[in-house]
């Protein structure tokens, strides 16, 4: 399976992880998932990369740097895809809260929507969506890794990544199962932590 991982679980394993990655086991398999292309970080997520943490990202990573990601700028944004951000992915209590007149909450629901088409949490979900176009670069099925949680308690007016991975039928997992599953013992980590 392939796996898009987001902004969040890359700096959350900068953050966190690489720290005490000593012997770069960390590095070394990220690195040939990377290059195998069984880990994929498209354009957006690149791009978000270079402004997180003052760029440490992509320092940390410098697997990244290779330029293999791959672009989303191309993909075509549906009138079906249109209704599941409208339908799904909007949080109705916030886009209610916008205005109370219709028209003026519509207009700043269009200007949030451009917004967030743009983002590379819904790069990432257009991309996953629209996999099957591009058959002869992935003909495994696709899941995303993300840390991101699943709760909406910052007032946003689209859902979280997870929940809207599920609701389209995408696969999604946080960056601690996506190594275990992978055969990466994350032992080292907690038992540093505890000393």
């Known amino acids: ?38 880990l994929v970080v498209i354009d957006a997520v690149y791009e978000e990369c270079k402004y997180q943490k003052k760029g440490e990202i ?3 990573l410098p697997f990244l740097a290779s330029k293999t990601s791959i672009s989303t700028l191309d993909i ?5 895809i249109n209704d599941i951000i409208d339908h799904r992915f909007r ?3 916030a886009y209610r809260k916008l205005s109370e ?4 909450r519509n207009q700043k629901y269009a200007v949030l929507k451009e917004k967030f088409m743009d983002t590379a949490d819904f790069r990432l979900i257009l991309f996953a969506n629209q996999k099957n176009s591009i058959p002869d670069l992935f003909n495994e099925n ?5 840390d991101e949680t699943r709760n909406a308690n910052d007032g946003k007016i689209f859902k979280k990544l997870p929940v809207c991975c599920e609701l ?8 601690v199962g996506y190594l275990k599953e992978n055969g990466v013992d994350i032992n080292w980590i907690i038992s540093e932590n505890k000393q």
């Open 1 to 38: 399976m392939v796996a898009l991982i987001d902004t969040c679980s890359l700096r959350r394993l900068v953050e966190y992880y690489l720290p005490f990655d000593k012997d770069h086991t960390l590095v070394d398999f990220l690195t040939h998932q990377y290059q195998k292309k069984e």
């Open 58 to 60: 992509l320092k940390d």
């Open 76 to 80: 075509p944004i549906d009138k079906e």
């Open 91 to 93: 949080v109705q209590p």
């Open 101 to 104: 007149d219709e028209s003026s």
């Open 142 to 146: 696709i899941k995303v890794v993300t």
């Open 168 to 175: 389209v039928n995408i696969t999604s997992e946080n960056i």
